[in-house]
């Protein structure tokens, strides 16, 4: 299998030049680097922190395990296939690669939407969900992810090569049936159903912020919390929204005459979904920020997480009761 035969379906264009397919390859090292590094740290500061063990936290990891597997393994093979300018790994590759990619995929937005739905009861109702509420959910949300990625392995459509003739995904240019009937069900039931979850529930959270005073400081907390999540979500949106639009364009019209240069844009952008989620963490979490001091002082002088500046006055002055108390002595 080559990229020549797959590049003949998106008729009028010739498969990328082996220089894109290079500098594909550089950039898509670079991410996997970031995400696998990034993903692994949150993972360990969950994992070994107490204080990081409530029901919100566990989906987050769960989230960032999925960015884990799709970092680690997906584009370790996506890379491997652009340095060698095109899929090189093989039809069971390309069918285990698909299948794999596509239950990362519906597994990260179908978390983002349980999410945003947690946040919702926080915020809204002040109902919070426990460590084994938030395992049940993480294991329903891999299990409806799981059904889907899974279908085309029994007969339900199938998985091909994409446009950039080095990755493998959902039969989009199919016109049988079962590739058109798989194809919307994806994008409705595993898209923009978890995208309505989504926007009601900060819609939601939204109008009650409006309405009432932050009186205490937990509220806000909860509040920036909440803001947090939402970045992510905007981040995965901005990554996969181009994506599916390109795909759910290619379902309707059956145009399979499409630039391989312009098809390229949203496939890159949704490789770089596991990238933003440690990293807004990094940034955006005060009590993860805490924790990572504490279990990896030695990434401090990365400059990766703020500092309240009320925290660190009392930092200094501990260090300087210390130093007073020692001199002292002496």
């Given at each position: ?7 003949s ?12 397919h290079?500098?594909f ?5 670079f991410?996997?680097?970031?995400a696998?590094?990034?993903n692994?740290l ?13 029901g ?6 769960a989230?960032c395990f999925?960015?884990?597997?799709m970092s680690s ?12 300018t ?7 590759a390309?069918?285990?690669y ?5 239950f990362l995929?519906?597994s990260q ?6 999410i ?12 919070k969900?426990?460590t ?6 993480a294991?329903?949300?891999?299990a ?10 029994f ?16 039969n989009?240019?199919?016109i049988a ?11 409705f ?17 939204y ?16 509040i ?14 901005g990554?996969?929204?181009?994506y599916a ?8 019209t ?18 770089c ?7 807004i ?6 009590k ?30 501990q ?5 007073l ?6």
């Amino acid at each position: 299998m080559n990229s020549t035969n797959y590049s003949s379906m998106f008729s009028g264009y010739n498969k990328l030049p082996d220089a894109a397919h290079y500098v594909f390859g550089v950039l898509f090292t670079f991410l996997n680097v970031a995400a696998t590094s990034g993903n692994l740290l949150v993972l360990f500061v969950f994992m070994m922190s107490s204080k990081l063990r409530s029901g919100h936290c566990f989906l987050v990891s769960a989230l960032c395990f999925s960015d884990l597997l799709m970092s680690s393994i997906g584009l370790t093979m996506l890379t491997i296939a652009s340095f060698s300018t095109y899929w090189v790994l093989g039809k069971m590759a390309c069918t285990l690669y698909g299948t794999l990619m596509t239950f990362l995929g519906l597994s990260q937005i179908t978390l983002l939407a349980v999410i945003a739905y947690t946040r919702y009861l926080v915020v809204v109702h002040s109902r919070k969900i426990g460590t084994i509420s938030a395992k049940i959910i993480a294991l329903a949300c891999f299990a409806y992810s799981l059904c889907f990625a899974l279908a085309p392995l029994f007969g339900w459509s199938s998985f091909e090569l994409e446009p950039i003739g080095t990755s493998c995904g959902p039969n989009w240019v199919g016109i049988a049936l079962d590739d058109i009937s798989f194809n919307l069900t994806l994008f409705f039931l595993c898209f923009l159903v978890p995208l309505s979850v989504i926007l009601f529930s900060y819609t939601m959270v939204y109008k009650k912020i409006k309405k009432r005073k932050i009186r205490k400081k937990s509220e806000g907390y909860e509040i920036h919390v909440t803001t947090t999540i939402l970045i992510m979500i905007v981040a995965f949106l901005g990554s996969w929204t181009p994506y599916a639009c390109m795909a759910l364009y290619i379902v309707i019209t059956k145009n399979n005459r499409i630039n391989l240069v312009v098809s390229s844009i949203p496939l890159l952008l949704a490789k770089c979904s596991p990238v933003w989620n440690p990293y807004i963490y990094f940034m955006r979490n005060h009590k993860f920020n805490q924790e990572c001091r504490k279990l990896l002082p030695f990434l401090r002088h990365l400059g990766l997480w703020r500092v309240n500046p009320r925290e660190q006055s009392v930092v200094t002055q501990q260090q300087v009761t210390s130093s007073l108390q020692s001199s002292t002595y002496v």
